[in-house]
């Protein structure tokens, strides 16, 4: 699959699952008196809301926390770059590291890439059935 359709799929999932509160959240880390003040505001804000990010990239599993490992700000926009530590039920030791934007004029996630991870993604199983459904009905 095109790489641009990949995070196309990735953006649009966690956008239809992103919490209208984040946004208030998101936009006030702007204000944090220093980079590590808001690093760590941000850090514990994702892990209060971990399984939901979790949930938005893949199908089953549980998030078990999230270290933020990079944030670079340049308003209006926050950079983050993170990785979600999780347990499924074939992967038990699963990673996904993510990159995402959030602009906090339209307060949300504008950009999202998954950069790596060692487990199936929503994308992943939703791009194998439907190859399977063209094989079926091409008759393959």
Known sequence: MPTTLRTFLALLLLLSVQPSAHA??????FRSSTP????RQLEKALNTHKQEYFDAIH?????????L??????????????TIFWEGP??????????FRFD???GRIT???????????????????GAIIGKLLNGN
């Not at 199908?59 to 270290?67: D, N, Q, R």
């Not at 490992?69 to 993170?82: A, E, F, G, K």
Request: proline share 5%; hydrophobic share 30%.
């Open 111 to 129: 950009e999202l890439k998954v950069e790596d991870t060692n487990g199936l993604t929503k994308e992943d199983v939703g791009f194998a059935a």
């Open 104 to 106: 906090s004029e339209v």
């Open 59 to 67: 199908p089953v599993g549980t998030a078990k926390s999230i270290k």
């Open 36 to 39: 590590e003040s808001r690093d």
């Open 90 to 99: 074939i992967t038990k030791d699963g990673y996904t590291k993510v990159a």
């Open 69 to 82: 490992n990079s944030t670079t700000s340049n308003p209006p926009y926050l950079d983050v770059r993170m």
């Open 24 to 29: 208030g959240w998101f936009s006030s880390l």
